[in-house]
């Protein structure tokens, strides 16, 4: 058989990107999406309007298909509000997801990064799906990761991943940590699910 004639499996993958205002969700996916992204973006119209001047009202959606020898991977990816008056869509957006990023921009200070904890908190007593915490602006501000992991908690489940959500490689290189994380959950949810 040839090498195009060889079964791979596809698996398809819900992902959710969180984060509090100004995180750079949509970025994120507008970054790496192979699809062009439906955003629902409105003005900003409050006294968040000096850090930027549109925000993400109902949702994010993007896709990036991932490939190996073995397999394809189908990640759908679902970016949702920051601003907590939109709260109500963090648990739509989450039904049923595989696995969540946690956003967040390391240049946007302590209030920024509290908001992180308090959403990731929501987020983990919603859902016992796979994440990661992706730290944008993060590659150059090891001193701010420090104060991410400070503000998160110590707990070894907290996986800081720096990265900068406008280049290719290192929003492709965040999802590919979480992708990873997944698999690896699914691996053992089926092992259970044979014993
Ligand atoms: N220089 C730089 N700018 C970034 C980066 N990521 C995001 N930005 C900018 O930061 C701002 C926030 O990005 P968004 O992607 O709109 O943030 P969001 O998390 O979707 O925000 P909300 O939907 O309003 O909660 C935008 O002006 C981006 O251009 C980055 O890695 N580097
Ligand atoms: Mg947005």
Not at 76 to 93: A, C, E
Not at 108 to 116: P, Q, T, V, W, Y
């Amino acid at each position: 058989m040839d090498g195009a004639m060889r079964n791979v499996d596809v698996v398809t993958i819900k992902v959710v990107v969180t984060g509090p205002f100004a995180a750079g969700k949509t970025t994120l996916i507008s970054t790496i999406s192979e699809i062009p992204v439906l955003a629902t973006e409105t003005s900003v119209s409050d006294e968040s309007a000096a850090t930027k001047d549109h925000t993400t009202v109902t949702m994010d959606f993007g896709k990036l298909t991932v490939k190996d020898e073995e397999m394809l991977a189908e990640l759908y990816m679902f970016g949702t509000p920051g601003q907590d008056r939109f709260d109500f869509m963090w648990d739509v957006l989450a039904e049923g997801m595989d696995g969540y990023i946690l956003m967040v921009d390391l240049s946007r200070g302590e209030d920024s990064l509290r908001e992180a904890a308090n959403i990731l908190e929501h987020f983990r007593n919603m859902s016992d799906a796979p994440f990661i915490v992706g730290a944008n602006r993060g590659t150059n501000q090891p001193e701010m990761v420090e104060r991410l992991h400070e503000v998160l908690g110590a707990d070894p489940q907290v996986e800081i991943v720096p990265c900068e959500a406008t280049e290719r490689e290192s929003a492709k290189q965040l999802l590919l940590v979480l992708l990873i994380k997944v698999l690896s959950t699914l691996a053992d949810d089926a092992e259970v699910a044979v014993s």
